[in-house]
């Protein structure tokens, strides 16, 4: 079941403090690098047709991580795309209606990857 509250965090302090004390050779201030965080969601909101995403669920199978789209599920997914440097820059794809993935080794959405996924409709996805 998909939640009606789609949340998420994001963190971020740009603050710059400067360093005391030794401040090296020339006695220049040193300033501190600011500090970022990123978003991280538990869902998405997916419009019909393409969405690039960063799947930010616990890597899972396709057919679990895939569960929780709503109103209606998994027919809503027509098909997802990969294309990365852990690819070696070949397109994978999962076609979901034919249960056909392309290579075989595409079996498993991973956490903090990169993905196209193409829905036949405006939905939710709730990560697992």
């Not at 403090?17 to 997916?46: F, Q, R």
């Not at 569960?67 to 820059?89: M, S």
Request: glycine share 6%; aromatic share 12%; hydrophobic share 40%.
């Amino acid at each position: 079941m998909v939640s009606e509250d789609c949340s998420w965090e994001l963190a971020r302090d740009c603050s710059a403090e400067i360093a005391t004390g030794d401040n090296g050779p020339d006695d220049s201030p040193k300033i501190a690098p600011p500090v970022l965080s990123v978003a991280v969601a538990s869902c998405l909101y997916l419009v019909e047709g393409c969405n690039i995403i960063c799947y930010s669920g616990a890597t899972a199978t396709l057919a679990t991580a895939l569960t929780n789209i709503g109103p209606t599920g998994l027919d809503l997914v027509e098909i997802i795309w990969a294309r990365a440097a852990w690819t070696n820059g070949q397109w994978w794809f999962y076609n979901v209606a034919q249960e056909y993935a392309w290579p075989s080794e595409f079996t498993h959405l991973e956490n903090g990857r990169a993905y196209i996924i193409v829905v036949s409709q405006p939905c939710t996805w709730e990560f697992p």
